[in-house]
Nanobody, 127 residues
Framework: QVHVVESGGGLVQTGDSLRLSCTIS????????MGWFRQAPGKEREFVGG????????SLADSVKGRFTISKDNARNTMYLQMNSLKPEDTAVYYC????????????????????WGQGTQVTVSS
C-alpha cells in the first residue's frame, strides 16, 4: 500500500521562506515522477510543480517560477518544495502526489494523472 505524507507547512509573513517535504512509502520512489499541487479556499486544485523520476527535470507553474524549487532525495524517499519570497496569494493547502506511470519521462500538470495523494499541509502567508 502506498502512503504519501507532506510536512513543513505553517504560518509565515510575506517574503519569508518555507520548505515542504513529501515522503512516500510502498512505491519505489526513485522510479516515479512526483508532483506538488495546491488548493486555496474556493478555488480548484492547481499544479505547482513536479520532478521526473530521475530527478533531472523539473517543471514549475509560471506563478512560482523564480521563487520555488523542487528536488528529491532518493535515499530518503523524500521530495522537497523550497518556497522563497512567499506572497499572500501562495496561501493554500499544499498536496504531494505520485505519478503511477513507471519512469514517465515528463512531469504532467493534470492532477487526474496522479493516483496517490497525501493529506495536505497548510501554508498561510500573512501580509
Amino acid at each position: 500500500q502506498v502512503h504519501v505524507v507532506e510536512s513543513g507547512g505553517g504560518l509565515v509573513q510575506t517574503g519569508d521562506s518555507l520548505r515542504l517535504s513529501c515522503t512516500i512509502s510502498g512505491r519505489t520512489f526513485s522510479r516515479y515522477a512526483m508532483g506538488w499541487f495546491r488548493q486555496a479556499p474556493g478555488k480548484e486544485r492547481e499544479f505547482v510543480g513536479g520532478i521526473d523520476w530521475s530527478g533531472t527535470s523539473t517543471s514549475l507553474a509560471d506563478s512560482v517560477k523564480g521563487r520555488f524549487t523542487i528536488s528529491k532525495d532518493n535515499a530518503r524517499n523524500t521530495m522537497y518544495l523550497q518556497m522563497n519570497s512567499l506572497k499572500p496569494e501562495d496561501t493554500a493547502v499544499y498536496y504531494c502526489a505520485s505519478d503511477p506511470l513507471y519512469m514517465r519521462a515528463i512531469v504532467v500538470g493534470d492532477p487526474s494523472e496522479y493516483d496517490e495523494w497525501g493529506q495536505g499541509t497548510q501554508v498561510t502567508v500573512s501580509s
